[in-house]
Nanobody, 118 residues
Framework: QVQLVESGGGLVQPGGSLRLSCATSIVIFSTYTIGWYRQALGKQRELVAAITTGGTTNYADSVKRRFTISRDNAENTVYLQMNSLKPDDTAAYYC????????????WGQGTQVTVSS
């Protein structure tokens, strides 16, 4: 059974940094686009950042120039470096994997909480 396990969340002061990790048990990890989503209390889940099999990245406007997504295909892991954190970044962060070729499997992790507060 495929697992995606997020880690690295926690409590941080405004302006601080955190690095989230998403470790997966996906076979042929390199064929998956990986995204980080977040869901704040009372709000819809939103895409924060994604990285394709070819390494192309895209970001939500609210996190551009502050967050960086990267992947290590040898370790089947994706990272989200978050700098200059703001209280509005407070949310549960989820890792999502989407296979770019048929069959288009998708998987979600259980999430990790990020709280930005003084």
């Amino acid at each position: 059974q495929v697992q995606l396990v997020e880690s690295g969340g926690g409590l941080v002061q405004p302006g601080g940094s955190l690095r989230l990790s998403c470790a997966t048990s996906i076979v042929i990890f390199s064929t998956y686009t990986i995204g980080w989503y977040r869901q704040a209390l009372g709000k819809q889940r939103e895409l924060v950042a994604a990285i394709t099999t070819g390494g192309t990245t895209n970001y939500a406007d609210s996190v551009k120039r502050r967050f960086t997504i990267s992947r290590d295909n040898a370790e089947n892991t994706v990272y989200l470096q978050m700098n200059s954190l703001k209280p509005d970044d407070t949310a549960a962060y989820y890792c999502h994997a989407y296979r770019q070729f048929p069959p288009r499997y998708t998987y979600w992790g259980q999430g990790t909480q990020v709280t930005v507060s003084s």
